[in-house]
């Protein structure tokens, strides 16, 4: 397959690095991503599709949509595609340039049923506009810890009263035992998706120190503090879970 395609098999860490380095949202991850995502996150491609399904009862008409992390656009590709007969302007915030190189050139064919514009940005810097849906898909994760709070703080103010933040997360579960057993099982998950315990190790090297993993309470705690008067989680595969948080 070609590289100019999104199906591009990850194999970044499938030799013996002498180094592992920290892991960057570069062009060669942006080139393997997909695959990368969908071995990767159990259930990603239906929690995807499903949030498609969520912005139908949230997104009101003539409003801004946010993805905030977007990578290549899947969840945006998804709420396009769900919502048809609905004026809104899609709005997809990335700090990858890659990432946005890439997402228009996977998406150069598709025709858009509603406005779409991407934007290189740090999404703690991003300024929201009012909106009635902000999704983001596993990206908060990538946060310094001391930030995630504040940039809750700002979603929730930009949201409309009744508009819907859709955050997916991996989450450390609040027993140690309990934990344990479900990051064995993720494991199992990523081998059984062909990836190598040498790949698995070397990424878990790469990824750690950027990626601090939250636990179920301190996300939930979190999201009510900052104001949401509903939070449930709706969706869970693993240790990935997805939150719809309600102003
Ligand atoms: C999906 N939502 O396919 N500002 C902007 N972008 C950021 C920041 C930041 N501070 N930190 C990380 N990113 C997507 C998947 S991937 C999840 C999201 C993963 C971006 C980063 O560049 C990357 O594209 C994305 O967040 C995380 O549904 O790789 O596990």
Redesign the pocket.
Known sequence: MSDNQPLSADSIYAQKLTKVDDFR?DSG??NV??D??NR??PS?AE??KY?GLLAQRYVTEKSVVY?????????SLSIDQSLKNRDCTLIG????Q??IERLSLVTQEYQWLHQFNSHV??????ELQANSFT?????L???PQE?REQ?LQKVYSALNQGGALVL?E?IKLDNSQDDELIFDLHHDFKRSQGYSDLEISQKRDAIEDM?KIDSESTQLERLKSVGFSKVIKWHQAYNFVSYLAVK
């Open positions: 949202f991850v942006a991503f997909t990368m995502i990767s996150i990603y929690l995807v949030i993805d905030l992390g977007c990578s290549l656009g899947a969840v915030v990335d700090y990858s890659a990432m940005a740090d999404i703690r810097e991003f999704v983001m898909n596993f990206v994760q990538f946060l930030d940039m997916s991996k990626m």
